[in-house]
């Protein structure tokens, strides 16, 4: 049988760690044959918070589970980590400035980077989940010289999943018929979903919506998506944010024929100042995310692009003067 694969949550007593954990023991995140042994990381005070979702893990039975720790230490929560998936992060609070979110949220990923460094098994890929997840993302790969840094990724997905889902509800297909789809820059309100290069029924997308839609509704439906969920529920996306983490992952390590969408560190593609991570279409190939090459931007998107990336060499800039990159 094949030895367990190690995962480890952080911020695993959160919304978003009760969607994601019972999804990983059933084999939703590396498949149906892989046992998974479970790391969990918390903050002292959500240990015992955690320590209940592992009974819970514990009553399902699940074949795939190898086991559950549970810590506070970072260190030990990466020793032999194979996937590792950041989702804890400290929220914006009222009156809280960026500098501020960015500061707190340094004091995070610092030491998880300088931990994922130290310890991680050579395989080691890592997604990041927690906002500001980009710049989270930078701060920890910064970190983790060691670690080739292609390893380091944060997640986009649900923002493709949301823009699949508001397209083909638009023009009354299945998300099966569309292709190509993908999702630029940061992981913001400023991120542009692009439909000029998604495909439906193999024509552009843009040609088959009015430019006012796909400016005025879709664009900002699917970036202010999140926050329209809050509104309904009263609280935020859990479950849709957990499966997008399922599918970047499972889609890393199996590989996909069509385009997704994923925060990668940039090669200079595009004009993405080489080492941000930001979003771009992707495929997926040898357990490594591959930006896709050579193609066309219209001015349209060259703008959205090109103000995305601003905001993340911005954030960039902030946490270098912050001293935390
Ligand atoms: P959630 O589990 O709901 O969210 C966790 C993070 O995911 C937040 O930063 C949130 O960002 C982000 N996120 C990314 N995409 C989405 C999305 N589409 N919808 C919603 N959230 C998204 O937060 P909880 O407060 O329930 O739980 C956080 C847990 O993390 C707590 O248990 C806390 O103790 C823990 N924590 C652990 C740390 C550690 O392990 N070292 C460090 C810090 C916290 P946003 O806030 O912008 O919604």
């Excluded at 020793?79 to 998936?85: H, P």
Aim: hydrophobic residues 45%.
């Amino acid at each position: 049988a094949q030895a367990p694969v190690n995962v480890t949550v952080t911020g695993a007593a959160g919304a978003i760690g009760y969607a994601l954990l019972f999804r990983i023991a059933s084999g939703q995140l590396l498949g149906a044959d892989t046992p998974v042994r479970l790391r969990l990381l918390e903050i002292p005070q959500a240990v015992k918070a955690a320590e209940g979702t592992a009974m819970e893990l514990d009553d399902c039975a699940f074949p795939l589970l190898a086991g559950v720790d549970i810590t506070d230490n970072a260190k030990q929560a990466f020793d032999g980590v194979n996937v590792a998936l950041l989702v804890g992060a400290r929220p914006r609070s009222k009156g809280m400035e960026r500098g501020d979110l960015l500061e707190a949220n340094g004091g995070i990923f610092k030491p998880q980077g300088e931990a994922i460094n130290a310890g991680a098994a050579d395989d080691v890929k890592v997604l990041v989940v927690g906002n500001p997840a980009n710049t989270n993302a930078l701060i920890a790969q910064r970190h983790a010289p060691d670690v080739p840094a292609e390893r380091f990724t944060a997640m986009t997905r649900l923002d493709h999943n949301r823009a699949l889902s508001q397209l083909a509800t638009k023009l009354g297909v299945a998300v099966t018929d569309i292709t190509t789809m993908s999702i630029w820059g940061n992981h913001s309100a400023t991120q542009y979903p692009d439909l000029f290069h998604a495909q439906v029924g193999g024509r552009s997308a843009a040609e088959q919506v009015d430019h006012a839609w796909l400016e005025e509704t879709f664009i900002p439906t699917v970036a202010k998506r999140g926050a329209a969920i809050i509104e309904a529920r009263g609280a935020s996306s859990a479950a849709s944010a957990a499966n997008a983490a399922i599918d970047h992952v499972y889609d890393w390590v199996h590989g996909t024929d069509d385009w997704t969408s994923a925060g990668v560190v940039s090669d200079g593609s595009y004009g993405v100042p080489e080492g941000l991570i930001s979003s771009f279409p992707v495929v997926a190939r040898g357990g490594k995310y591959e930006i896709v090459p050579g193609l066309d931007i219209d001015e349209f998107s060259r703008a959205r692009i090109d103000a995305s990336v601003r905001e993340l060499t911005e954030e960039r800039d902030a946490v270098a003067k912050l001293g935390l990159i």
